[in-house]
């Protein structure tokens, strides 16, 4: 049996997860580099950018201090900033209406590469990149690319989800592991299949099981979803449902059974149960488009990036209630990542393909 304390009371323990939660989403962001943030321009205005060889603009959806995908956006680029050496500026906050009015005062204002940092800038990346054909887009987790200057970065979700299937089943007594999920769309399937093949890659016979909520808030369905499973013998879970990821953790504390962190380092949510995260680095997502740009190495199309771009990553290993995780199971996580890195288990056939992959 795991050494595990169950002294939370349900209650608290649901709390402290939320009030915790948003710590977790801006610890997976990069780190801001020194100096003052660029003085953000009002919604469909553009910043200013010094003079320089290349100017970079983010579109944000949200503030840069949402805590959140925007955040980690932002300091994504402004890392890029200081490492790669472009003029940068931002607009945070751009309601949908405003999107292409922002787009095009950047232009207007010498912009050469347009960042538009969330799905919800997919029609608009379309029509401006149409409409400026001399403009580089560089969109992040969108839903389109096109000739000759969109071009669409995906992250490699099923290589993330192999990592947290691989550690869940490493770390399950009862060979069975399950990820609860939240809306249903091809990323999220990605996923889940990365899941089971990393599961099935350390333990043939595991038993696998996923859940999806249909929602990235719904606390209660994904606390029942975590409950079925519980009841049908799984003991490590993971949750890739947003902040339903409270209703999961509540449920395995409760229960005396393991999460496997996913998305962000969510061991701060319930120390002793969430003894490791699979790291996805939005901010990453971000500095790879630009860094393309700049190398000259842009193309238009579904840009798949994942480990080898360090835009996925391991998290510290922790403990396993008060136990750490023992060394064979760190080091076998290690070398599950080298050979994402290298290429060795795609080539082999052990990490599928995403649907983004040609």
Request: glycine share 10%; with cysteine.
């Amino acid at each position: 049996m795991r050494s595990k304390k169950k002294s939370r009371r349900t209650g608290w323990v649901l709390f402290t997860i939320l009030i915790l939660l948003v710590l977790v989403l801006a610890a997976c962001a990069p780190p801001e580099p020194e100096g003052a943030a660029d003085e953000a321009a009002p919604a469909g205005e553009a910043a200013p950018a010094e003079e320089g060889d290349l100017k970079v603009a983010l579109l944000l959806s949200s503030s840069i201090d949402d805590e959140g995908w925007s955040q980690s956006s932002y300091q994504g680029f402004k890392r890029a900033e200081e490492d790669l050496g472009f003029e940068g500026a931002y607009t945070e906050s751009i309601a949908l209406p405003d999107q292409e009015a922002a787009v095009r005062n950047y232009v207007n204002n010498g912009f050469d590469v347009i960042v538009l940092s969330s799905a919800d800038f997919t029609d608009t990346g379309v029509n401006m990149a149409v409409e400026f054909p001399e403009v580089k887009f560089v969109l992040v987790n969108g839903n389109a690319a096109q000739e000759p200057n969109l071009a669409n970065y995906r992250p490699l979700t099923v290589e993330t989800g192999f990592i947290a299937g691989a550690f869940s089943a490493l770390v399950s007594e009862n060979g069975s592991v399950g990820i609860v999920n939240g809306q249903k769309f091809p990323p999220v399937e990605d996923a889940a299949k990365g899941f089971e093949a990393g599961a099935k890659y350390i333990n043939p016979d595991v038993e696998f099981r996923v859940a999806y909520t249909d929602s990235w808030s719904d606390v209660q369905k994904a606390s029942e979803a975590a409950l079925g499973m519980i009841e049908a013998g799984t003991d490590v879970l993971a949750s890739n449902c947003g902040t339903g990821v409270a209703g999961v953790v509540n449920a395995a504390v409760e229960n005396d059974v393991l999460v496997t962190g996913y998305i962000g380092d969510q061991h701060e949510l319930a120390p002793g149960t969430i003894p490791f995260s699979a790291i996805q680095d939005i901010g990453m997502v971000v500095y790879a488009g630009i860094e393309d740009v700049i190398n000259d190495e842009f193309e238009a199309k579904v840009i798949p990036v994942g480990v080898k771009e360090n835009v996925i990553s391991l998290s510290d290993f922790y403990t396993i209630g008060d136990e750490p995780v023992p060394q064979d199971i760190q080091d076998k996580v290690q070398e599950i990542i080298e050979g994402i890195a290298d290429g060795s288990l795609k080539e082999s056939g052990t990490v599928p393909k995403s649907v983004f992959e040609q």
